[in-house]
């Protein structure tokens, strides 16, 4: 680094953002607070805000750490989605709890921001996260719980394979459909029976689309069978042209569609 605090905020938005990305866990007080000002102030274009949060996040320091805590518990949404957005460059495995905590806001955005930062750092996830995520699973807000069993997936945590199967099972489709993409991404060949059975007898077209998918991951022995009797038999064409599609992956022959799968949902 080599401007002042002052020098910091001088020039075009994007000479601000690359003077904010120089920063280090070694800048002085007074730099960082102007740091943690810009985060705050209104008046400043939103993605310079978002690049001084995660400025914050990348020093990794307990001050910034406790920053961008004080931040998290903000009445205003916006703050708490810089935070989250902030922490996703952080390097603690303490601050994944948090993290796991905002994918239950009531604000969208701020539960979106909050998934995409715990997918930047699936290496603290699947360890210091996975009870947390467990948790959170069994949430009262399906909104909530969705972003849990795909991170769950990513996790590729062997404890994440019984309650995704009990997800697979669920009342609500769109739970359904993430559990079985969230298989898919878990890798374990246990979840193939499960898998089979939503893809042939399902209701939801999105939910055998999703299995068919995650079959095509898993490959079991019987995959081509499997995804060529979906591609030829399924009742919905988005399902048949998903099949078609995970064939083609795994370099079987399988004709091709231009058709939108869910054009009629």
């Known amino acids: 680094m080599n401007f002042t605090p002052d020098e910091l905020l001088e020039g075009s938005i994007e000479d601000v953002r690359n ?3 120089q920063i280090d866990a070694d800048a002085a007080d007074d730099l960082m607070e102007n740091v943690v000002r810009i ?6 274009a939103e993605v310079v805000r978002a690049e001084a949060a995660m400025t914050l996040g990348r020093c990794s320091t307990e001050e910034c750490r406790s920053r961008l805590k004080q931040f998290l518990c903000s009445e205003d949404p916006i703050l708490r989605r810089l935070a989250t957005a902030g922490l ?3 390097r603690s495995e303490s ?14 955005k701020v539960r979106n921001v909050a998934e995409r930062s715990l997918l930047k750092r699936l290496s603290h996830l699947g360890t210091a996260g996975i009870d947390a995520l467990l948790e959170t699973l069994a949430h009262s807000d399906p909104l909530t719980r969705s972003p849990a069993a795909r991170l769950l997936g990513q996790s590729q945590n062997e404890r994440a394979l019984a309650p995704l199967l009990e997800m697979l099972q669920s009342e609500e489709w ?4 993430w559990a079985a993409k969230s298989l898919g991404d878990l890798g374990k060949a246990d979840a193939v029976e499960a ?18 998918e995650a079959l095509g991951s ?26 078609h599609e995970a064939l083609l992956a795994l370099s079987f022959e399988a004709e091709d569609s231009e058709v939108d799968p869910f054009a009629d949902d």
């Open 95 to 108: 601050t994944i709890l948090w993290l796991i905590e905002m994918l239950a806001d009531d604000i969208n």
């Open 88 to 90: 996703g460059e952080d």
């Open 218 to 243: 898993l490959r079991p022995e019987n995959i081509h069978e499997l995804l060529k009797h979906a591609a030829d038999n399924d009742e919905d064409e988005g399902v048949r042209k998903t099949a």
């Open 195 to 212: 898998l089979t059975d939503r893809l042939h007898n399902d209701e939801k077209n999105r939910v055998r689309a999703a299995s068919s």
């Open 174 to 177: 769109l739970e359904r459909m």
């Open 39 to 44: 985060v705050v102030d209104p008046q400043r």
């Open 19 to 21: 003077r904010l990305k």
